[in-house]
Every structure is written in structure tokens, then in C-alpha cells.
């Protein structure tokens, strides 16, 4: 830190990102990126659209929330498009957070919730998971805070009804509950019906990981139209033009072969299926998967020892030193070829 970095964050620890090493060619199952390329709709629509850089993107994204709506069943007004879904909750914790509207989130969960809070100012409370790493909807009845939920959740995988989603929904009418979708298309119930009847709901979701566009980066929210334009109160007071050209016109040709990527996550599904029943006869614990990585442990070897040794065999897969999480890793779902490279470089692994 700088002597002139504010006094404001100099308490901040900024979110770790999955690792991106350079140094060799990896079979990367660290970060939930789709192994699977764009549709070619993308990429000519990309080509086409850059011949228009030269003009600033359209800041309300008419053309691509028109095909949202289309394909979703939500009205324009009730639909944002961010700079990935980091951004809209990141706006969604700066629109509806502060000293007398905490939030709350479970301690087992997306790593990004609690820097969002920390860099607002937001009190927050971390819900432990129940044994199993079970979300008990029971811990988030009529609390009197703001929640924010990864429904499936990362990094188990796991998945709560949506008929607890909506009790948690209607047990606080007075906050606001983010239902963060990140992984929903890989088996989850979606949410995004209710938003119709509940003012206080807002659905994140994004293009980076059933979509192929992590590089892109493309989110969006569904809500309340009061909700979405508290959000766009704070998007027009940072960065009006959030969306680029080229993200915007890809996401319009994504949703047009919408078929395509939905068709990629039932491949990712059979694939899922697969690798946990290899690595159940390997004796691992498997955590039952709606997403498209596995949450896994084993009594024969330590989850950071386990991320090395792939690590030396050429396989990223993600470990994350917390407690209550030490001795797992989260598996990314590839393709049915890097996923035989997994098992066997774990049977190897195991051999020595
Ligand atoms: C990946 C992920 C996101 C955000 O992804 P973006 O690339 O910013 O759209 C949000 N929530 C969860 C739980 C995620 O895993």
C-alpha cells in the first residue's frame, strides 16, 4: 500500500482469484469455466460488432435485454446487464447495504460476498453451514437483514428447493434477498419465475460459466423494476457504458443459440455423473453436485496435498484454506477427455 491509499479500505482484503499460471499448458479445473468454445454465432457477431468501436455501447443494453426478455420471460424493466454478475452484486451491496441493513450469507460460500460488504462498510453475518454443508432455510427466516444466497452454492455444489427460496423470500419483506445463480443451468431450480411476486428478490446471473463467456464478461439481474432501477442509480454513477460492444452483441448471438449452450450443460451433467462415480470407487467423498464442479474429500490424502500432486501432473483444480474446508478441493467439470486425465492422474497419485 501506497502512502496515499485512503484511510476507507485500508482495512480491505481484496478477493483471490483462481489461479491463470502461464509458466505450462494445464488442464484447468480451478475457476468453473465452460470447456467448451462460444457457438459460431459468437464469434462472426463479435467480428461484425467491431467494426462499431469507434462508438461508445448502448448504456441501457435495449438490444440485448429485448432478448433477454425473450428468452428468460421477464420484462425489459425488470432486467440489468453487468459487467459480469460480480458487478450487479456488487451494485446490489452498494444499492441496499448499510450500518442499519446488514447482510447475511452463509460461512461456506462464494468468497466474493464478504469483500463486497467489507469494501461498503456493511456489517455482516456469516451463517455457518449445517453439518454436511447443508443451507437450513430455518437460519434465514425473518432474520431482518439482507441475504444473498449461491443457489446451487459454491463451493459445494449443493442445492436448496425453490419453494425455500421463496420462504426465505417472504419471510423478509423488509430486506432484500439476492439468489445468485451462478450455476443454476447445470441442474438448480431457477428462481427468475418469482421475481413477478416479490418486490424484494433479485436474481443474479451470468454468461461466464453455462455460456462459454468468461472472458467476455456479461451478468445480469432480474428484479422488482424498483430494484433494478436502484441498481442503475449506481451503474449510471460508475460506469454507464458497463457492457462493451462486443460483450453486448455476443451475448445477443449466445441467446439466439440458446439451444446449443443448454445442450453443452447436459453434456457437463452426464460428464458430472461420471467422474463422481469414479471417484466414489476411488473412495473419495462426493458431495452431491447441481453445478458444474464437484466438492470432494478423501481419508487417503490431504486436500492441499491432493491440489499439489495434480498440480505436478499438469491438472488445476482449486483448494481453498479455510477450516471447515481444508480437507476438500472443487473439481471443474471439463470434457469427458480431461476428466479420464483427472481420475487417472489421481490413480497414479494414489500408486505412489
Ligand atoms: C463465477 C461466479 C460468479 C461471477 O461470475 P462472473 O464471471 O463475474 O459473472 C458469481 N457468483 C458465483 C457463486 C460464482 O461462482
Known amino acids: 500500500m501506497s502512502r496515499y491509499f485512503s484511510e476507507r479500505y485500508a482495512g480491505l482484503e481484496p478477493y483471490v482469484p483462481g489461479e491463470q499460471p502461464r509458466d505450462r499448458k494445464y488442464i484447468k479445473l480451478n475457476t468453473n469455466e465452460s470447456p467448451f468454445p462460444p457457438s459460431p454465432l459468437v464469434e462472426r457477431a463479435v467480428a461484425e460488432e467491431s467494426r462499431l ?57 462464494y468468497g466474493f460476498y464478504p469483500v463486497f460488504a467489507r469494501l461498503n462498510h456493511i456489517p455482516y453475518e456469516e451463517i455457518p453451514l449445517k453439518e454436511g454443508f447443508f443451507v437450513d432455510p430455518q ?43 451462478a450455476y443454476v443451468d447445470f441442474g438448480g431450480e431457477s428462481a ?22 468468461a472472458g467476455a464478461r456479461l451478468g445480469f439481474g432480474f428484479g422488482n423494476e424498483g430494484l433494478i432501477a436502484d441498481l442503475n442509480r ?5 460506469n454507464p457504458y458497463n457492457v462493451n460492444r462486443l460483450t453486448a452483441a455476443a451475448g445477443i448471438a449466445a441467446l439466439t443459440e440458446n439451444e446449443y449452450y443448454m445442450h453443452k450443460c447436459q453434456v457437463i451433467q452426464a460428464n458430472r455423473q461420471w467422474t463422481a462415480g469414479r471417484l466414489e470407487e476411488l473412495g473419495f467423498h462426493v458431495l452431491p ?58 490413480e497414479d497419485i494414489f500408486a505412489d
Do not use: W
Open 53 to 109: 468501436l469507434q462508438l461508445y455501447s448502448d448504456p441501457d443494453c435495449r438490444k440485448l435485454r429485448e432478448k433477454m426478455s425473450e428468452v428468460f420471460g421477464v420484462s425489459q424493466d425488470r432486467i440489468i446487464m453487468t459487467n459480469g454478475s460480480d458487478e450487479v452484486l456488487q451494485f446490489a451491496f452498494m444499492a441496499f447495504g448499510d450500518r442499519e441493513h446488514p447482510f447475511a450469507f452463509a460461512d461456506i460460500t
Open 234 to 238: 449506481i451503474r449510471y454513477s460508475t
Open 192 to 213: 427468475i419465475g418469482l421475481v413477478e411476486r416479490y418486490d424484494n428478490l433479485l436474481v443474479a446471473g451470468t454468461f461466464s460459466k453455462s455460456r462459454s463467456m
Open 139 to 181: 437460519d434465514y427466516m425473518g432474520i431482518g437483514k439482507n441475504i444473498v444466497i449461491a443457489n446451487p452454492n459454491a463451493p459445494t455444489g449443493l442445492c436448496l428447493p425453490l419453494a425455500s427460496i421463496e420462504e426465505i423470500v417472504k419471510s423478509n419483506p423488509d430486506n432484500v434477498v439476492i439468489v445468485d445463480e
Open 289 to 346: 453436485s447441481k453445478a458444474n464442479f464437484l466438492f470432494v474429500s478423501s481419508e487417503r490424502i490431504e486436500g492441499a496435498v491432493l491440489y499439489r500432486a495434480l498440480r505436478e501432473r499438469g491438472i488445476l483444480v482449486r483448494h481453498f484454506d479455510q477450516e471447515r474446508v481444508r480437507g476438500y478441493n472443487r473439481i471443474t467439470i471439463g470434457t469427458m477427455e480431461e476428466m479420464k486425465a483427472l481420475v487417472h492422474a489421481i
